[in-house]
């Protein structure tokens, strides 16, 4: 069974970085296509960013673009979303999803089968 779960959460300070992990066990990461999601309070859940390391495609939303980037740790079956220059709009839960890989890259929330537990990333301004 596949199972995330995700790590680093925090409390940091405007323009501040935080890096989230997430690590998968029941499968490897060349078998799935990644998502990060984030849901702040009283909002949809929306992408953040969503990957297929094989293929090497990422999209990233444009709340986020130029600020955060994702990377893994093969060794470690674990990847990584690095959140630079953090504003209090970035404060949410974070999770990190899975969907086994396809001709596609999924950016949507439905498309994705397999969830974290969620970490939470608040920003103090």
């Known amino acids: 069974e596949v199972q995330l779960v995700e790590s680093g959460g925090g409390l940091v300070q405007t323009g501040g970085s935080l890096r989230l992990s997430c690590a998968l066990s029941g499968g490897t990461f060349d078998d799935y296509t990644v998502g990060w999601f984030r849901q702040a309070p009283g909002k949809e859940r929306e992408g953040v960013a969503c990957?297929?390391?094989?293929?090497?495609?990422?999209y990233y939303g444009d709340p986020v673009k130029g600020r955060f980037a994702v990377s893994s740790d093969h060794a470690k079956n674990t990847v990584y979303l690095q959140m630079n220059s953090l504003k209090p709009e970035d404060t949410a839960v974070y999770y990190c999803?899975?969907?086994?890989?396809?001709?596609?890259?999924?950016?949507?929330?439905?498309?994705?089968?397999?969830w974290g537990q969620g970490t939470q990333v608040t920003v103090s301004s």
């Open positions: 999803a899975a969907v086994p890989r396809g001709l596609t890259v999924p950016t949507r929330v439905h498309e994705y089968d397999y």
């Open positions: 990957f297929s390391l094989p293929d090497r495609v990422f």
